[in-house]
């Protein structure tokens, strides 16, 4: 999964819970964040991890992969609202997720 498919799936209301489930995102934690492995982008790997697991760590490891933890989800879930309301395209939301996180966050 990459950032641009987070904000597709969390732009769609009816794709919301499935689109967790099958990311196998522990929907009962306290607190999930957005984690990256590589640079910032749009196509970048990411996931979205409980706090139960990372104890949100800036950097995790888990199978050998290198994860940063980018944003809290209920951040990035707030720009695709606004986003969605202001009829922004996925791609455009994206980009506004990027830049809040480099300038803003």
Do not use: P
């Given at each position: 999964m990459n950032l641009l498919d987070l904000i597709i799936h969390l732009a769609d209301p009816r794709l919301h819970d499935a689109f967790f489930l099958d990311q196998g995102v522990d929907t009962t934690s306290e607190h999930v964040s957005v984690y990256m492995r590589g640079a910032p982008g749009l196509e970048t790997d990411i996931a979205l991890l409980g706090v139960e697991e990372t104890d949100e760590e800036l950097d995790y490891h888990k199978h050998g992969a290198h994860w940063i933890n980018f944003l809290p989800l209920y951040m990035v879930e707030e720009i695709v609202e606004g986003g969605v309301a202001a009829r922004k395209s996925p791609v455009e939301i994206a980009t506004?997720?990027?830049?809040?996180?480099?300038?803003?966050?």
């Open positions: 506004r997720v990027l830049e809040y996180a480099r300038n803003d966050a």
